[in-house]
């Protein structure tokens, strides 16, 4: 049986991938290079993952190295409160 209290153990520094939704590809990217560049961070991957039929909404998928939990929880909340972000995962 699986215990949903249980903490997920991350071994740092390790790669990690947020997926950002949002409605235009461009804003997001701008959103996520100001937030990124701001905190000194260089090496960063973006790239667009999906577009909705009706091209309403973007997915696009952010990979980056993060040190620390503290790090990884920054970004998301950053990423997560951007006018130009609807979802982050």
Known sequence: ??????KLEIKY????NYKIIGNKYELIVDAIEDILLKNNEKKY???LS??????KYVSVNLNIIVVDEATR???????SQ???INIVI
């Open 13 to 16: 520094p390790c790669e990690w």
């Open 1 to 6: 049986m699986i215990d949903i209290n249980k």
């Open 45 to 47: 991957k973006v790239e």
């Open 73 to 79: 929880l920054k970004y998301f909340k950053k990423l």
């Open 82 to 84: 951007n006018k130009n």
């Open 50 to 55: 999906k577009k909705s039929k009706s091209s």
